[in-house]
């Protein structure tokens, strides 16, 4: 529907070459693809054939990358894209760790590297967006301690852009959000860090943002507002974790 969607122009060779590299689809993609649209079916035979070829799979390798894979295949339903988005996000909360059911260690530094990228393109579902912020959270608070240069460059990377990409300052937000329940001193001092760095790439950005509403009004288009919305929350969140 069209309020479930937003649209910001990407900083555009790079976020195309990311977004061309991200939706490549093998075989097993196509299957896990088919196997997701299936699963929103009305037919209650092919819904239940679906979801056991969804289960059946979770644990297979590179389970997560080609869940990542369909989250963001544009010839995909919005429902099946946000599917796979909930169920990437849901294996990374669950399993981002090490032992026999976590994601094998070989897997993790590709998928990492893979969610990395979903921040420097918009996503034009605000589900999957939300979902994939999430997960790229987990993984960012779960890798905070032992990969600090990893999380700045990444943030840094996609915040020096201009625009900004939505997406990347989504992903930031629900990091925050994530240190905001790290408990030991270090981890503390990790997350303030990480704020201190951000912050000076947000001031402008948001300053903007504040004052494309302010000038607008009462007519300022609903991209407007939730731009400006989303550069506050994530200025709030960074300044608490100074606090």
Do not use: Y
């Amino acid at each position: 529907t069209p309020s479930s969607r937003r649209r910001v122009t990407p900083d555009a060779d790079d976020a195309d070459d990311a977004a061309r590299n991200s939706t490549t689809m093998d075989a097993q993609d196509q299957a896990l693809a088919t196997a997701l649209a299936g699963a929103l079916s009305t037919d209650a035979t092919a819904r239940a054939a679906a979801e056991s070829v969804l289960l059946a799979s979770q644990e297979a390798a590179g389970h997560c990358g080609r869940l990542l894979r369909c989250s963001l295949f544009p010839q995909l339903p919005d429902a099946a894209r946000l599917l796979a988005a909930t169920q990437l996000r849901g294996q990374i909360q669950r399993r981002w760790r090490g032992g026999g059911r976590g994601i094998p260690a070989d897997e993790r530094p590709a998928l990492k590297a893979a969610l990395a990228e979903t921040i420097l393109r918009d996503e034009p579902h605000e589900a999957v967006a939300t979902q994939l912020a999430l997960a790229c959270a987990r993984v960012m608070r779960a890798e905070a301690n032992k990969g600090e240069a990893d999380v700045l460059h990444a943030f840094l990377h996609a915040l020096r852009r201009r625009p900004q990409p939505a997406q990347a300052l989504l992903a930031v937000l629900h990091t925050a959000k994530e240190w905001s329940t790290m408990r030991l001193p270090a981890q503390r001092q990790l997350a303030a860090r990480v704020a201190v760095a951000l912050l000076p790439e947000l001031e402008a950005p948001w300053a903007a943002a504040v004052d494309a509403v302010a000038t607008a009004g009462a007519d300022s288009a609903p991209h407007q507002l939730r731009l400006a919305a989303l550069h506050t929350k994530v200025l709030r969140q960074l300044l608490e974790r100074l606090a």
